[in-house]
Every structure is written in C-alpha cells, then in structure tokens.
C-alpha cells in the first residue's frame, strides 16, 4: 500500500510528460520544417533572379548586334564584302556558353552561320548542336537537350532603318538573329555556395519536358512547376523531400531547389533526445519526493483505519495518538470525538427500543379495530405500498373482482384490476406521487374502468386517501360498483341524443327545402331568359338571322335546354330523397303522351337519321298517372336511346300490360349495348360508364337515377336488358292507378270580357320582363311590364288588364300578396291571373293559388310556349290586341 502512491504517481507524471514532450517535438519540427520551406522558397527565388538577369543579359547583347547597320545591311543585300562584316559583328556574340550564332532572313532561309567549338575534354566526345531547322520564337524558348547537354535557343528581330512604328508591319521585319547557347554558371562553385551544399538544383520548362541541374540531364519535379510556391514530397526511393518553385519571368524556365526532410528536422531530434534526460531525472527526483511523503502519511491513516475496525467490533473506548499538528493530527483528535460521540449514541438507542416497544404493542390494538372496520365494509378496500403491491384486500373486494385476498396480495395491483390501456398511466402517477407527494387524484372521487379476474370490465367510483406512516408512503381507496348507475345514465345520454339528432335532422331539412327553393328561382330564373330570347331570335322574330348565326342559336337552345334539365333533374332528386316529392295523377291517354315525347325529341333524331317507332297496346291506353312524371320518364329513356345510337340506327317506344295491375314501357335501341359487367353501374347518381362517352354526349349521369327515383316512387320498378353490339331495352313498370288526388274547390276560370286591354305583367327580374315583352309584342298583345308589385297594383287600378302574368317571388310584396290585393282593387276582381314561375309548388302553395289563379306555367318547363299556349287558352280571339300600344 505504501508504494503503490508513489508508483501511481511516477505513472501520473510519465503520463504528463510523456505527451508534452511529444507536443514539444512536433512544434519545433513543424517550426524547421517551415523554414526549411522558407530556405528552399528564398533559393529558388536567388538562383531565378540569378538566370533571369543573365539571360536578359544576352538577349540585349543580342538585340544590339541584331540592330547593327552591318548586319542589317547584310541581310538585305548579301555580299561577300558583307559577310565578313556581319560574321565579325555575330562572332562578338560567342561568349560564355554561346555554341552557335545564326543569320536568318525574313523568307526563312539562314543567310549565315558562326559555330563556337566546345572546350575539349580527354577522353569525353565534344557535344555537337545541331543547326535550326527554322527561325524559332522570338526572345527565349524551351530548353533542348543534344546528348547530355541542355541548350536553348534565343533570337531576335532584325528591322530595316528606321524601326517600324508598329510590330504589325511585317514588311519592315527583315529577318533574325538567333544565338544557341548552353545553360551555365560563373563562377562554377557559385550556386552550391548560393544555396547551401546540401541542395538539390533544377532548371528546366515550365511546360515539362527537359530538365538539368546544370551538369546532366535530370528528371523533371513530380511536383507543378508552373506556379510557385514550397511543396513536400515522398521521392521514389522513399525519402521525404522539401522543395520550391521558381518561375524565371519572361521565360518558360523554373527553378526547383531542394532539400532532404531528413537533414531539415536533424535538430528536432536532437531535441528531443535531450528532453527525454531531462524528463527521466524529473520523474525519478519526483518519484523519491512522493514515496517519502507518502509513508508519513500513510502510517498514522493505518492507525485510524485499526482504530475504527475496533469501534465497530464494539469497542467503543479505543483511542489513537492525536499530538500531531498537521492535517493527521486534527483527523485523530475528530476520531476521538467521534468515538465518544459513537459510545453516547448506543446508550440512547438502547433506551429507545424499549419505548418502541410499548409503541408496537399499541399499534397492535389500533390494527386490530381497524381490520375488524375493513372486513365488515360494503365498500371495496384495497391499500397498495410504494412499489404498487397490494397490501389490502377486503371480503367487498374479493366479491366485486373474483379475486381471494390471498392470491393478489404482494402482487402488483395494476396487473390485477387496471385495464392493460391503463395500467401506463397508473404506474407513472404512483412514481410521480412517491417521487413528489403530489397527486391530482388524493382525497377526490373519480369514476374509472376496472377489470375483473375474468378480464370483463366494470365502472367504479373511486376514492383514493394517502396513508402517512414513518415508512414509505401507501394509498388506500374505496371503491364502489356503478354498473347500474351507469346503465342507468346512459339510457338518459342516448334519449338525449337522439332528440339533439332529431333536431339537427329537422334544422337540416329546413335549409335543405330552402337551398332548393332559392337555387330553383337564382339559377332557372335567368336561364329561362336565355332559352326565351334565344328561341325568338332563332325563329326570326326580332330580324332575319343568318345559317351560321342559326347554327350557333341552336347550341345556345341546346345547351341551355341541357342545363336547364340538369337542374331540374338535380332538384327531382333531392325532391325525392327528401320524400317532398308530389304526385298529381290524372286519366291519361298513354298514345297521345308518347307522340308528344317523341315530337319533342323528333329534331334530335332527325340530327341522327333515326327512326323512331312507338307501340301502345289499347289494353293500357288510358290510365290514371301523374301525366309530367310519365312524360319525365319516357322523355330520359328516350333521349338516352337517342343519344347512343349511331345514325341510322332504330328506336321503338312499347307500352304493354304488366301483371294485373301494372302496365310496361320499354325503349328498345339498337345502340352499342352495354356489358354485363358495367349494369350495375347504370341507374346510380352521377355514374357514367366512361368519360369519353360523357364528353361526347354532353351527360351527368342524374337522367337515369331520377327516372329510377321516379318510378320507385310510384311503386314501381325499372329494368335493363342489353347485348353488347346489339342494344339496349331500358324498362319502367308502373302501376295502371295511382290515388288522385281530392278535388280542390276551383273557382270557374275567369276569361276576360273582349276589348282592347293590355297584358300587365310583373317580374322582378330584368331579362324576364324584356323577353315577355318581346314575345307578346310578336303575337299581337300589348304588354305592360313592371319590376315590383306596387307600381303594378298602381297601372292596374288606371287600366284594368286582360290578363295579369305575376311571378311569385318578388322582394317586398310577394305574388301571393299582390294577387291579393289585386282582388280588392276596382277591376281587379275579375281578372285572370296566371302565375309564372321557376319555383316547383308544393301542395299548399297550390291550394293557396286554386281560388285566386287562373293558371300555373313553370317557367322551366316549356318556357315561352306553355305560356303562349295557356294564353291562348285564358284569351279568345276578340280579346287581342292589335299590334302596338302604350304603356300605362
């Protein structure tokens, strides 16, 4: 024990140092090898000044003999006596490592040609130089290499007298004088002494290709030498290297200097091999110190630690040596307190024990009133501890959840009686209670599900107390069956909630009969304006019309009669679901009803080149139907067959007996037919059996869903049979008697005395009155119009009317009002009023109108001509006004 201290510490320290030496290292190799860098990178730059202004040197030298007048005059006109000059003046040239001096004209041919011999050597073969081909670059050029030896070419212009004042005048240029030399140095010894012994030295192009250290060709840098800058690099034998490049300005030359790594970061080796002397007789001078230090310390601590293994063994008056007047002393003299300390403490406890004795003894009493209260409770009581575990279980509870006290337990009580949805959130509100001693549920009533032994489940009331004790903390509840109660309150919640659904219903239907009301009057209303002006113009009453405009007249009627279906057909339907849907039937001639369908499709069929056949047996000729839901459903069946059968195809329209009481129509095409396959799709709303047959036929899918609507309204049925390739047949059975209807009391109609009387009209809409304008102009009437009921009641009284036409909704007096007043006005009495309008009436509106009313035209449901045809009706021919007229 006593060396382990100091062992562990000489660990420490070695561990301290360890890495700062290694971190010291580093940096001063970092630090060499950036200098190293710098070195290389200041060599570089020396040794390409050093080329730099030599070469610039020679080219001045070489530009003064280019501009000689012997030379020049040489090259322009070549003589014997000019040779010899221009050979003196090129010979001037031949200096340092200059090996040949040329004359080149400016049409490309050399006019001269001065070689220098190379210093000969024993034993070496002197370098020859092959003479330029052709007149190189001018100023310097790449480095070449003949042998073992590097040369480059440099040349000069050579221009007539006086120099050209642009370098474009090529004809001034007379030729040029081109020098190859050698690369070399002078002194030879200079550059080693330049940059140090130790480097490495290259010259050679920028573009790549040959390379000399001034001495031998050698291998390019695998570093790029275009631009400049220090690189570090691992060379083909293995050794790292650090080099610079150098660009030699106005030349495609580079320097390359460098040095082995090795020899740059020899001094950071040294250092740290002297940092690790150092470092050893630290950690060993520090290693003594601490073992010295330790065993002063670690002796008395062995004392205390024997002392305190007595006390515990109940030796209470031990004692240990306590003078020191270091930490170690006051650690003794606090050992000796606390074993005095420890002596008094065993005195008091051993009183304590007796009290509690007598404590226990009286809790046993408290326990035994306070089973005998849980065992005879109704209520069930369960107690749970700390961790969750039941500790309570009364007979109540072991009647309500089928489990025996002795089985549950020391069970976990979420596993038992909690549901498995809940047992989560029971478990985290336990922790959060034991954890804090705070819970949202302690002393409240709460209503929860519980689980039997069985897994079924039942509601309960529970209330959950806190049990505080000196233990950990138990909650006790008191929990209560509310199976019935709770049968009981949801008979009420389900009353409850069935008349809040009935009233929705109610509210729903109400805003539904109002939408449909609304919408019947906003969108019909000026819709029928359309197909009223449309129809005048393409008749020709207003103006001659032309084919085209015609034509498109047509689409306009045609699409607007196809809206104006769709609509009605959208209301039908809700009419129907709704159950609003009325019945008016009458004795009906079934013949005569099937020729008007088929002269109301006759121009859509004759589009078509169809041919269309009808078939009434006499048995079913005459029946009692509502005549307008008869003509609605002949009118879909029949128009469908039409539209989906190619031209010249064949439609037929049977009407037979069907069962006793029942009579058949059948429209029968020879149309594609439809596959087996998509029947069943037919007769729903808003279902197609393609779009591209929707697109084409301009339909919704609703005409065959109302017809079906329709027919079972009745009490009857539909039916479809169909042959792809072949047809279809499209069925509707109807019963041959329908309930009428009671007679209403009708009063006599009231046809107006004859004269010369106009025809008051009142509509609130604008394009309504103009069209009833314009079409009663045409057939001979004088209308007067008007946009409210007042200004109608005032033209009224002034001119009794032949025939009032009235809409029924208008803002502020309505048309049933102004009929009402019409009758009180002087004249008003016996005027025939006849009621146009969009809004389908229903059976009291109806009868509000029998006493008062003429007549009733829809305005969707002919338009123009029921109301044409039942003024007709209302008006004999005496009554008729002639063309013209004044308002009123």
Not at 692 to 700: D, V
Request: charged share 25%; net charge neutral; aromatic share 4%.
């Amino acid at each position: 024990m006593r060396l382990r201290l100091p062992l562990l510490i000489s660990a420490l320290l070695v561990a301290v140092v360890a890495p700062f030496l290694w971190a010291a290292y580093r940096q001063v190799e970092a630090t060499l090898v950036r200098a190293g860098g710098e070195r290389a990178r200041g060599a570089a730059d020396q040794v390409a000044n050093l080329v730099e202004r030599s070469s610039r040197a020679g080219l001045e030298g070489l530009r003064r003999v280019a501009a000689d007048p012997d030379v020049r005059r040489y090259v322009q006109n070549p003589t014997d006596a000019g040779r010899d000059a221009a050979r003196a003046r090129m010979a001037s040239l031949a200096q340092g490592g200059v090996r040949r001096v040329e004359l080149w004209s400016a049409a490309g041919s050399r006019l001269l040609d001065v070689s220098v011999p190379e210093a000969t050597v024993p034993g070496v073969a002197p370098v020859v130089f092959p003479p330029s081909t052709r007149p190189p670059a001018v100023g310097f050029n790449a480095l070449q290499a003949a042998g073992n030896a590097v040369f480059t070419d440099t040349a000069a212009e050579i221009w007539a007298e006086p120099p050209p004042a642009s370098q474009a005048a090529a004809s001034a240029r007379l030729g040029h004088l081109v020098v190859r030399s050698t690369l070399s140095v002078n002194p030879p010894g200079a550059l080693g002494r330049l940059v140090g012994g130790d480097a490495v030295i290259a010259i050679g192009n920028t573009a790549g290709g040959t390379w000399t250290d001034l001495s031998r060709i050698v291998t390019a840098p695998a570093v790029d030498v275009t631009r400049n800058g220090v690189t570090e690099y691992r060379a083909a034998d293995g050794e790292r290297r650090l080099g610079a490049v150098s660009t030699i300005r106005g030349t495609p030359w580079a320097v390359w200097v460098e040095f082995p790594r090795s020899i740059i970061v020899s001094p950071a080796r040294a250092f740290l091999r002297r940092m690790i002397v150092v470092a050893v007789i630290f950690v060993a001078v520090g290693s003594l110190l601490v073992a010295n230090v330790s065993i002063r310390i670690t002796k008395p601590i062995h004392e205390l630690a024997q002392a305190a293994d007595e006390i515990a063994a109940g030796d209470y008056s031990r004692r240990v040596n306590a003078l020191r007047r270091d930490e170690i002393g006051r650690l003794g003299r606090a050992f000796n307190a606390m074993a005095a300390d420890v002596k008094d403490t065993h005195q008091q406890l051993e009183a304590r024990v007796l009290e509690r004795t007598h404590a226990i003894e009286a809790l046993r009493a408290s326990e035994a009133l306070y089973r005998t209260i849980v065992e005879v409770a109704l209520d069930c009581i369960i107690t749970i501890d700390a961790t969750g575990r039941v500790v309570e279980f009364n007979p109540a509870a072991e009647k309500t959840f089928g489990y025996r006290k002795g089985d549950v337990v020391g069970r976990e009580l979420a596993e038992l009686i909690v549901p498995p949805a809940h047992r989560d959130a029971h478990r985290k509100g336990l922790a959060r209670y034991i954890g804090t001693g705070e819970s949202s549920l302690i002393g409240q009533r709460i209503e929860m599900i519980a689980m039997r032994s069985d897994g079924t489940q039942l509601p309960v009331e529970l209330a959950l107390s806190a049990v505080r004790s000196e233990g950990p903390p138990m909650v006790t509840g008191v929990a209560r069956d509310i199976t019935e109660r709770r049968r009981l309150e949801d008979v009420r919640l389900k009353i409850q909630a069935m008349e809040e659904q009935n009233h929705r219903m109610l509210e729903a239907s109400r805003l539904k009969n109002e939408f449909l009301a609304n919408m019947s009057h906003e969108l019909r209303t000026p819709l029928n304006a359309i197909i009223g002006f449309a129809e005048l113009m393409h008749r020709g009453r207003v103006g001659p019309v032309s084919a085209k405009h015609a034509e498109y007249l047509g689409d306009i009627l045609t699409s607007s009669k196809h809206l104006l279906q769709l609509i009605n057909d959208v209301l039908d339907l809700a009419k129907v679901e709704s159950g609003r849907m009325e019945f008016r039937p009458e004795p009906v001639d079934l013949a005569k009803l099937v020729n008007e369908v088929r002269d109301m499709l006759r121009g859509l069929a004759a589009s078509q080149s169809l041919r269309v056949e009808t078939e009434v047996d006499p048995d079913v000729s005459a029946v009692v139907v509502d005549p307008a839901r008869v003509r609605q459903i002949l009118y879909n069946y029949l128009s469908n067959a039409i539209k989906f059968t190619p031209a010249g195809g064949r439609v037929r329209v049977r009407i037979t007996p069907e069962e006793p009481d029942m009579f058949r129509i059948d429209v029968e095409d020879t149309g594609v037919g439809i596959p087996a396959g998509d029947l069943g799709k037919l007769f729903v709303e808003f279902q197609q059996l393609d779009a591209g047959t929707a697109k084409e036929h301009q339909g919704t899918g609703l005409g065959l869903a109302v017809t079906r609507r329709l027919v079972e309204a009745q009490a009857g049925r539909v039916a479809v049979q169909s042959m792809p390739g072949k047809g279809s047949t499209f069925s509707a059975i109807l019963p041959r008697r329908m309930t009428m209807a009671p007679a209403d009391d009708v009063s006599p109609v009231i046809r107006p005395s004859p004269g010369n009387r106009p025809i008051l009209v009142v509509d609130d809409d604008p394009s309504t009155l103009k069209l009833a304008d314009l079409a009663l102009r045409e057939l001979g009437h004088r209308p007067v119009c008007k946009d409210n009921a007042v200004d109608a009641l005032l033209a009224a009284e002034a001119h009794p009317p032949a025939v009032v036409i009235v809409d029924l909704f208008m803002p502020h007096v309505d048309g049933f009002e102004f009929i009402s007043r019409l009758r009180a006005c002087p004249g008003g009495r016996d005027v025939p009023v006849l009621v146009w309008t969009v809004k389908d009436l229903d059976a009291a509106e109806r009868r509000r109108l029998q006493a008062s009313a003429a007549a009733i035209v829809s305005k969707s449901a002919g338009g123009l001509q029921a109301l044409v045809k039942e003024l007709g009706r209302l008006l004999p021919a005496a009554s008729l006004a002639p063309k013209g007229g004044d308002d009123l």
